[in-house]
């Protein structure tokens, strides 16, 4: 049996570091969005592990076991073919590898009808891997272990653009000048684009200090019509912009893609069904 799973983009609409644990890792305060753009993957049960990767974004994705979905069937004991689509682009701050691992963690739990494993457990994967098991709005904190669903996003139209710039999440986080910012407050219940924009991604100003076209990025979005919000997303370099209505969305996307022809753009909309 083939299990199909998808592995959305996971967009941090806000990222606050709030302090640094003895061994180096940072602890976070994130709200997490996951979009419907993403990977595909199919797996099944097989007698020794292997795995394909194809698609747009395939080019420089590792295809044996330091790539996250290999380590994800050994983290479970088991071994089988996986085939990965990439759809997004790598070290982008869009959470490509862990929300890969976590579709194959899915999977694979489904397949063998195993448990899953704790979020202590999988971020042992990486940071990002215990968000990535979910699918709506979340509160990540810690780092990255602790995971409290909101509810349903929001279906705000949006757009995510990276300038092709792969950024290394470790040098960005060491780049940051204070550990110890303030935490998000608490959510209101009415919470909205304003109070969200109230909110930070503090590993921006490092980010764009390593690769200075994110600036670029942020500045065009934020002057494009219709524009509510812009900011990065992760450690870069990927950014996303929240848009009043479909059509400036849209008008704006035809805008970047004619100025910037080499910048990934994808429009998109909060993954609003579960994994599919
Ligand atoms: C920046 C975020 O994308 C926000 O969601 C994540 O915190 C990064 O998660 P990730 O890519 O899964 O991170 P990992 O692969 O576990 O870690 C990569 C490197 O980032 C740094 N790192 C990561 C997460 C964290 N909370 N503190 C850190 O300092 C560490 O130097 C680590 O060696
Ligand atoms: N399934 C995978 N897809 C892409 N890259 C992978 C994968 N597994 C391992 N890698 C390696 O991990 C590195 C980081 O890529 P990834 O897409 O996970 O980005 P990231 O920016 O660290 O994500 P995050 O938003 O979690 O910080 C890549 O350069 C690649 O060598």
Redesign the pocket.
Known sequence: MTVEAF?PA?I?LTLHVTGQRADGYHLLDSLVMFADVG?RLWVEAADRTSLT?SGP?AG???TDR??????AAELLGVTAKIT?E?H??????????????AAVVRALTTLYNFPVPSAAVLANL???VPV?MQSGLTRMRGIGEHVDPIGNTPNWPMILINPRV????GPVFQALPRKDNPPMPAIPAEWDISWLAAQRNDLEAPAIAAQPVIGKVLQELRESDGCLLARM????A?CFAIYAHDDMRDRALGQLRRDCPKWWTQPTEACGVKWR
């Open positions: 592995a996971k941090n990977d990767v974004m420089g994705v590792p330091r790539n996250l979905v290999w380590q990965l990439k997004l682009p790598a070290a982008a701050g869009i959470g490509g590898g862990s929300s890969d691992a990486g940071a990002d990535c792969e950024v290394p999440t997303s992760g450690s870069g990927t």
